[in-house]
């Protein structure tokens, strides 16, 4: 369709453009426990199979390669080896990484702004904030301006949990961070604090358009220019919170009988396939970490 682009404001023939990376999707299909299957459960609403990421008619075709190059440099840099459970103690990167996220978040934004204007839910100085970060942002994609000053990009690989409280444990944090792709906007008030964050199967890029006055972050800053991300790494921020309420209230969200069953019954044509997958990993690591809280709760 013709429309206005919205990243470079001119009006063009838009593309399908996925709002997580299609990567990410594809890695979790390919890795799943079922052989073959083109589905996805979305967290909100398992009983409903999605053939791949979403997608929305968002940018012309020469704004998309602006992003093409980068999100490859990340799968191939960051994305894959992670996932080859290769710990990522010495992450050396360039301009990419900070273009990469900034991108991925700013989609986001976008949409979420869009959202917050037709259906409210927000407060208007916040909403205020978030366009003007959303401005930011887009003139940097399109190289009008050589930073986001006044925000900051973060990267935080989510390894093997070793402990966590029981409520947590009982989560199956593994099998959410893991096996899962997500992103939005956050806002915490009183005092005010203002994110956009991204979960892509375990590495989650955020983005900090205004920091909470005990806000804490080792390890994870992506300048803009280049820099060396080193391991260990260490969060304490309201955003940590969301990502948990989020898995509670994703938690809650079975799947039915009949598709349950479904599944079952495609589990039991290839029982191989199911223990060698990231799947099952990602379960016995939830299996294990319980194992570990029932042991030594403290």
Known sequence: MM???????????????????????DYIKRTGAIQNTRFRRPL????????DGDKQELLCGECEELFCAKEKLFAEQVFIPFQNNAIVKNLQYGPWLHYFITSVNWRNLYLDILDFERNGGIRPHAL??????????????????ENIAGIE??????????????????????????????????MCYNPDAYYVYSNLAGVIIATIIKKHPQEVWSNTRVKPNEGIITIPQSVKSPLIGEL?????????????????????????????????????????????????YIINPD
């Open 3 to 25: 429309d206005k682009c919205a990243l470079c404001g001119q009006i063009k023939e838009l593309k399908q453009s996925h709002i997580i990376p299609k990567f990410v999707f």
């Open 244 to 292: 948990f309420d989020y898995m509670r209230d994703s938690h809650e969200s079975t799947i039915s009988d009949s598709q349950q069953q479904k599944l079952v019954e495609r589990l039991k044509k290839d029982p191989q396939r199911l223990i060698n997958s990231e799947f099952y990993k990602c379960f016995m690591l939830d299996a294990e970490l319980k194992k570990r």
């Open 128 to 145: 205020d904030a978030l366009r003007a970060a959303e401005k930011k942002m887009r003139e940097y994609l399109i190289c009008r301006t």
């Open 153 to 186: 990009n973060h990267i935080f690989f989510a390894d093997a949990i070793k402990k966590a409280d029981s409520k947590i444990t009982e989560l199956g944090p593994h099998m959410f961070i893991r096996r899962s792709a997500f992103g939005y906007s956050y």
């Open 44 to 51: 909100d609403n398992p009983n409903i199979p999605y053939q």
